[in-house]
């Protein structure tokens, strides 16, 4: 291909032009956040010498209940917020509008973020375990592209799923087809924390949060799926 021999006046100033500030990092999480109010971690960007990738989602009651889809990559969970929460039916394609960057530690959040502060509301570990990208595809070079294909491995969430980007910050979070494909909804079956089997209702309680407010985000069948007595 022919090369310009120089480069003209307009070439130079496009060169020049700003680049827009890297969204990697922890930089906006930190900015969105006062750590004298909220329980929630600041966190560093952590170095991790190799182990399998984390993944982990969070049911969020803020103004409005979400689900926050999180795949570890480059010392930071990338993060997503799926209002309807991820659907086992490959039918399904479920709005996941891409978030700030959130520190490893986030992954261990279970608790009261406090009203007035940014995302205050309730904040349970729905679920959560390690994750494969297929074809051993590096996820920065997914990432950019708009399409990630992986594997789950959690305690709710299985087998191949997608991540497909169709604006500047929505995508689109798709069950594959596989054995793990199912059509209950795994919200309303499964509606406890993977770590303290609580409901949002019972983590409001327990933190000293909108007990209220958090039970308008739990499934009214819950009562059926109250883990049996020990
Ligand atoms: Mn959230």
Excluded: C
Aim: charged share 35%.
């Amino acid at each position: 291909m022919a090369r310009a021999k120089k480069k003209t006046r307009a070439d130079k100033k496009t060169s020049r032009k700003k680049k827009p500030k890297d969204p990697r990092g922890l930089e906006t999480y930190r900015e969105m956040r006062d750590f004298g109010k909220t329980p929630e971690p600041a966190g560093k960007v952590r170095a991790k010498d190799g182990g399998p990738l984390l993944f982990v989602v969070q049911k969020h009651d803020a103004t409005r209940l979400h689900y926050d889809f999180r795949l570890e990559w480059d010392g930071v969970l990338k993060s997503w917020a799926v209002p309807k929460g991820p659907s086992l039916n490959p039918k399904d394609r479920r709005l996941a509008v891409r978030t700030e960057d959130h520190p490893l530690e986030y992954g261990e959040f279970e608790g009261v973020i406090p009203e007035g502060e940014y995302g205050g509301g309730t904040v349970m570990i729905w679920d959560e375990g390690t994750y494969e990208m297929l074809d051993d595809v590096d996820p920065a070079v997914a990432l950019k592209k708009g399409e990630l294909r992986f594997t789950l491995d959690g305690r709710k969430l299985k087998g191949r799923w997608t991540l497909v980007r169709t604006g500047p910050q929505k995508w689109l979070l798709i069950k594959g087809r596989d054995m793990s494909a199912d059509t209950t909804d795994v919200t309303v079956a499964q509606p406890r924390s993977v770590r303290t089997k609580r409901l949002l209702a019972e983590i409001a309680r327990d933190e000293g949060g909108d007990v209220e407010k958090a039970a308008t985000g739990d499934p009214a069948v819950s009562k059926a799926s109250r883990p049996a007595k020990r």
